[in-house]
């Protein structure tokens, strides 16, 4: 298994560029998620799905478009990038674990920069 | 209110010693999980050990063990015999299983930098 897959690793936009992040995952996991991190922020939910077709916004969902038409993928689109989306972007996917929890499973990242 | 309180921002721990890292939380949930990950400075996000709210004992994972203390809200990440590979960011993430939809979402702390020293 590759896991989940996030293409690509860095990424430099210009303001009001458009650009999708692919995340892909081959563990036939429910749930996926996008989540930014920024210096001192941890890391915050920006969208979510749990299932193809269906997908929710999460902590920090502006400027951000998914959609989940198959299990195995789930992009991210930026409509018009600006400054304040440089970050770093990770795709995380989850299974049901014992009782209770739902480990996720993260990718390696992707480093934007907006200039 | 922050829901993960990380009040270390930094660490320093000396090779092969014990070091406890902190994580306080708020829900009024009582279903609830309760996770650490790491991340090297390499990047990547690694799963270490979960605890859930109804768990009865501390969950343990090698090296690594969760002090679980429910009425105080806190669930801090003890790491016995720290290795030179250890040096991290360490996260702790909590999932509140009760709020219908959303239960597969984590919240993250800020995340403490542990540097192990030689």
Redesign the interface.
């Known amino acids: 298994n590759a896991g989940v897959t996030q293409t690509p690793k860095f990424q430099v936009l210009k303001t009001g560029q458009s650009m999708t992040l692919q995340c892909a995952q081959d563990m036939n996991h429910e ?1 996926m ?1 996008w ?1 930014r991190q920024d210096p ?6 920006i969208h ?1 799905s ?1 299932g193809a077709g269906i997908t ?1 916004q ?1 902590e920090v969902p502006n400027g951000y478009n998914v959609s989940r038409s198959t299990t195995e993928d789930f992009p991210l689109r930026l409509l018009s990038a600006a400054p304040s989306q440089t970050s ?1 972007y ?1 795709c ?1 996917s ?1 299974y049901y ?10 990718g ?2 992707t480093r934007l920069t907006v200039t | 209110a922050q829901k ?1 309180t990380q009040t270390q921002p930094g660490m320093f721990v000396q090779e092969k010693e014990a070091v406890t890292l902190d994580c306080t939380y708020d829900t009024s949930d009582p ?1 609830y ?1 309760l ?1 650490w ?1 790491k991340q090297p400075s390499s ?3 690694i ?1 270490l050990i ?1 605890q ?3 768990d009865q004992q501390n969950a343990t994972e090698g090296r690594y063990s969760l002090n679980f203390q429910k009425a105080r809200k806190s669930a801090n990440l003890v790491i016995s015999a720290s290795q030179l590979g250890d040096s991290a960011m360490y ?1 702790c ?1 909590m ?1 509140e ?1 009760n709020s219908g ?11 403490t930098l542990l540097t192990v020293n030689p």
């Open positions: 749930y998620s989540y001192g922020m941890g890391l915050r939910l979510y749990v929710d999460g770093v990770f995380a989850s674990l014992r009782g209770h929890s739902y480990e996720q499973y993260f390696p990242g | 993960i279903s999980g996770f990950y990047g990547e996000m799963f979960y859930g709210s109804y996260f993430a999932r299983l939809g959303s239960n597969y979402k984590l919240t993250f702390g800020k995340g």
